[in-house]
């Protein structure tokens, strides 16, 4: 491989941030925020760095004395240059105050040096693409942003995060974002999943949201606060298959198609285990600027086993890092698993291990409602809600010309908003059980215990609730909760 022409470094800058460190071994934390011993372009000067760290982190003070007598334990007083050579740092340290400032300028040549090796790369992988033909332009595109990221995921990942004081981040001023979805379902920058059987529709589910989402418009009763731009990358359906879907959902929503929502696929499947898949994918966001990324389904972005627990954990992590780097909020689909002795009130888990479910700050099971009509309903439940209140399940029902999906009724003769809605129009709010249910029995023409049956369903989903009467512990009072 072709060498620089010339060294891209400033050494007095090097010995500036040594010298203030022997002077003021208290700066050390804030300096480590910003260097690592492979920063400096001398090697001596690293190695005297790396010797001043492990001091540091032996809890040892840092002086002339004790660095040499670590130097020499290590066999690399000689090539360091001696005892004269680290007296004389103190000498052209510059000013101690400013020692942030040659640290930051030293790092950034550190990273116009990598910057430089990783272009030479790219030069010779073209010279040989152009005498061979060996690879597509597309593929080298990408193989040189791979480069260029690598080379800025290593810089990142040497570097000791700066550590604050309690005061400090007191004293941190942090703007107040807008959640994406209200109530602790979604915050900007956070991660919500939506699992549930094959089939079931979880695709369309997350269009319909996409678009409530490009909107700003509530869906299904839950609050979106402002509009957003949205990009969907899916793996599994054809262009086709989204355009047919997107068309009907426009029609019944009665609306031109958003500016704002964009469709990429079908992708090929990732392996955010691999930079250079990162690297596509972290290109492919930028490329459009969302605020929002649905990833459907979860299983295209890896090819780990999915029940091990560290695996998925990295990988739900390389997401986590790829969201925060775009400044975007995930949607991921993902799927239950299989029925077993970890089926918890009738609710399949989301499939593999439990750092899938962990990542995300909201976990939506999404799955098919057994009726007794020819509709298409499915259950909305509320597995995990990390930052907010627990919220009651819903039941869907489905157009099936517009795909779209309203509240349902769960296809009952008196859904639970229509017993809330004879309770109030019909009762005040609030009335003793007996008198509910014989107002059930009129309004719907059922017998006593199909109407308690109602009731009881009211009860489930939250609509009304029902206490013993203080003053007559014989008697239950209903009351209604959710007005409609």
């Not at 605020?291 to 990295?314: F, G, T």
């Not at 989903?461 to 003053?471: A, K, Q």
Request: one cysteine or more.
């Amino acid at each position: 491989m072709a060498k620089p022409a010339a060294p891209i470094a400033n050494l007095e800058f090097e010995q500036a941030v040594l010298g203030a460190l022997l002077i003021r071994p208290q700066l050390f934390p804030d300096i480590a925020s910003i260097l690592t011993p492979e920063s400096f372009y001398r090697e001596a000067h690293g190695l005297i760095f790396r010797a001043i760290q492990d001091l540091h982190e032996q809890g040892q003070p840092v002086d002339v004395v004790l660095l040499n007598n670590l130097l020499r334990q290590r066999g690399q007083w000689e090539q360091i240059g001696g005892a004269t050579f680290l007296a004389g740092l103190a000498d052209n340290v510059g000013v101690s105050a400013n020692a942030d400032h040659y640290a930051r300028l030293v790092q950034d040549k550190f990273l116009l040096r990598r910057l430089q090796v990783r272009a030479l790369e790219i030069a010779e992988v073209c010279q040989r693409h152009h005498d061979t033909g060996e690879r597509g332009v597309g593929d080298l595109c990408l193989y040189a942003e791979s480069r260029i990221i690598d080379c800025l995921q290593a810089v990142e990942a040497a570097v000791v995060p700066a550590v604050l004081s309690g005061r400090e981040l007191l004293a941190k001023d942090f703007s107040q974002a807008t959640p994406v979805i209200s109530n602790g379902l979604l915050p900007e920058g956070g991660g919500l999943m939506i699992a549930g059987e094959s089939g079931e529709g979880k695709s369309l589910l997350a269009l319909e949201m996409a678009l409530h989402l490009c909107l700003g418009e509530d869906l299904w009763g839950l609050e979106i606060p402002r509009a957003r731009r949205v990009l969907i990358v899916q793996f599994e359906n054809t262009q086709q298959l989204d355009q047919v879907r997107l068309k009907r959902m426009l029609r019944g929503l009665r609306i031109d198609c958003p500016e704002n929502i964009f469709f990429s696929g079908p992708e090929e499947p990732f392996d955010l285990a691999d930079k250079t898949d990162q690297a596509r994918l972290r290109a492919l966001i930028q490329r459009q600027n969302p605020e929002v990324v649905i990833y459907d389904p979860l299983s295209c972005l890896h090819q780990e086993n999915e029940n091990d627990n560290a695996k998925m954990r990295r990988v739900m992590g390389q997401l986590t890092k790829i969201s925060r780097r775009t400044a975007t909020t995930a949607i991921v689909v993902h799927h239950y698993g299989k029925p077993g002795k970890e089926e918890i009130e009738g609710k399949y888990r989301v499939r593999g291990a439990t750092s899938i479910r962990d990542w995300a700050d909201t976990v939506l099971g999404y799955s098919y409602h057994k009726n007794e009509e020819d509709l298409i309903l499915r259950n909305l439940d509320f597995l995990k809600i990390r930052h907010g209140a627990p919220l009651k399940p819903l039941i869907l029902e489905r157009d099936k010309e517009t795909f779209l999906q309203r509240v349902s009724d769960g296809g009952t003769l008196c859904s639970p908003a229509r017993v809330v809605t004879i309770l109030m129009e019909k009762l005040g709010g609030e009335a003793e059980q007996k008198d509910l249910v014989m107002a059930i029995q009129r309004a719907v023409g059922c017998q006593e215990s199909r109407a308690r049956d109602f009731l009881n369903n009211a009860e489930r989903y939250g609509y009304v609730v029902r206490e013993i009467d203080p003053g007559d512990k014989r008697k239950k009072i209903c009351r209604a909760v959710w007005k409609t």
